[in-house]
């Protein structure tokens, strides 16, 4: 089929690579040259395990193409994929002007019936906007075209996005139209066979099973973020809590570990955005303001054990940072818990010798020249003249260090885990100073 997404970012740029690799004629859109041109050359602009190679091999072989040109895009494909950002507005909803703007590019220029696909993480009634803009511009072009506003939520995972956009759990599909559902059906066969993964439903029940989804695995983090503060002050470990409820079925093990809040480009935007959602409708809803609340709460932890370890004497001491990124296998710093460590070190008066395998470049963007930030080429190179470590991501490198190098490195054998990588019995053995989250 041929298949138009218009946005090269994250979701777009995945989508697109992995619809071309299974044999789909795909157009890409952006209205950024420059992004273009270098993705024409190989260069991707995010870090994405098999995204570079995905790309460079489909691009070769002439199923992946790029373009700033809309009119080119619009006129190529049967279905076009929206796929653009829905940046938090002022007021923390989503600002939709991406989306309606890619809306009205399409109507200005097609030519035969389309599915639009609103692939964007959108609230509730987006496509009924993008319905409304479409028939707006079709009705001032005297055209009567027939086409179908589809919502086909993402749910890919920073680190594994290619393999989840491969091999997705479900796949759903927001439309009534029956000929629409056909098409789509064909659209994702290939990734299908093994069994139906399909899931059909209205426009809008879709567009709120993606926010429900992203905030329901948020408010499970707040929730063991909750109980980590519980234990730490009853004197219970929630390492051992965690695996005592995780053994139930109905609870599971995925997404209760606790930590140093979460982060990224979805979370915290889409709980966010579900609470200004439910105010427009007068809903209060609480749940999810507790979440929010606590999650922000919980981003301060790290900062507090390394406050209270020197009893606020933070004035020239060096810390070493382990972990850049929200996440490990991602460059993504967005409302990443690093970055509210690191300032509130700043405003204490420490300084930070940090080091991510892959957001080096991410965080000299953010935050350029600084003369209490160092950006180390190892891990190991964070930890001169540092007065203690500080893990933040889990990344699989530090899971295993030398903790002989680590107590010899320091100026004392001290230790704050963000993520609950090590044992604090083993530490204690091994004369390190180690302070877990609800340990």
């Known amino acids: 089929?041929?298949?138009?997404?218009?946005?090269?970012?994250?979701?777009?740029?995945?989508?697109?690579?992995?619809?071309?690799d299974v044999g789909h004629n795909v157009v890409c859109v952006d209205v950024d040259a420059e992004k273009v041109a270098r993705l024409e050359q190989g260069v991707i602009p995010i870090y994405e395990p098999g995204l570079e190679a995905l790309v460079k091999e489909n691009y070769a072989a002439g199923r992946l193409t790029f373009t700033t040109q809309a009119e080119e895009g619009v006129k190529h494909g049967e279905v076009q994929f929206i796929a653009v950002g829905t940046p938090p507005d002022e007021d923390g909803s989503a600002d939709l002007k991406y989306v309606l703007k890619v809306a009205e590019t399409i109507a200005t220029h097609i030519e035969k019936p389309v599915v639009i696909v609103n692939k964007s993480t959108v609230p509730v009634g987006t496509a009924d906007k993008v319905t409304a803009v479409v028939e707006e511009v079709l009705a001032k072009r005297q055209t009567n075209l027939s086409f179908d506003v589809v919502s086909n939520p993402e749910f890919l995972k920073e680190g594994s996005a290619v393999a989840d956009c491969k091999k997705p759990d479900r796949i759903i599909i927001g439309t009534t139209n029956d000929a629409t559902i056909d098409i789509m059906r064909e659209l994702y066969a290939?990734?299908?066979?093994?069994?139906?993964?399909?899931?059909?439903m209205d426009v809008r029940s879709a567009e709120l099973t993606k926010?429900?989804?992203?905030?329901?695995?948020a408010t499970k983090i707040s929730f063991m973020n909750e109980?980590?503060?519980?234990?730490?002050?009853?004197?219970?470990?929630?390492?051992?809590?965690?695996?005592?409820?995780?053994s139930d079925p109905r609870i599971g093990y995925h997404f209760i570990y606790p930590g140093a809040g979460y982060g990224g480009s979805c979370f915290p935007k889409d709980v966010q955005a579900l609470i200004r959602t439910a105010e427009s409708i007068a809903f209060d809803a609480k749940v999810l303001k507790a979440v929010e609340e606590r999650n922000q709460l919980q981003k301060n932890t790290l900062f507090e054990?390394?406050?209270?370890?020197?009893?606020?004497?933070?004035?020239?001491k060096v810390v070493a940072l382990w972990g850049l990124a929200f996440k490990p296998n991602t460059d993504d710093m967005r409302e990443a818990p690093s970055r509210v460590v690191m300032e509130s070190l700043w405003q204490a008066g420490a300084k930070v010798?940090?080091?991510?395998p892959e957001a080096m470049e991410e965080a000299q963007r953010i935050y350029g020249h600084r003369d209490d930030l160092t950006l180390c080429g190892t891990k190991e190179g964070a930890l001169k003249n540092a007065d203690v470590l500080v893990i933040v991501t889990d990344w699989q490198s530090f899971k295993a260090p030398d903790f002989e190098l680590i107590k010899a490195t320091l100026s004392q054998p001290v230790i704050v885990d963000g993520r609950n990588l090590f044992d604090p019995k083993r530490m204690s053995k091994r004369g390190i100073t180690y302070y877990g989250v609800g340990r």
């Open 305 to 316: 054990k390394i406050h209270r370890h020197f009893d606020g004497a933070l004035e020239g």
């Open 190 to 200: 290939p990734f299908n066979r093994n069994h139906d993964k399909i899931i059909t």
């Open 1 to 20: 089929m041929n298949v138009t997404v218009f946005g090269t970012g994250y979701v777009g740029l995945v989508q697109g690579a992995v619809l071309a």
């Open 353 to 356: 010798q940090a080091y991510d």
């Open 211 to 217: 926010y429900a989804a992203n905030c329901m695995l």
């Open 227 to 246: 109980m980590a503060n519980l234990a730490e002050r009853l004197d219970a470990d929630i390492e051992m809590v965690r695996q005592g409820i995780g």
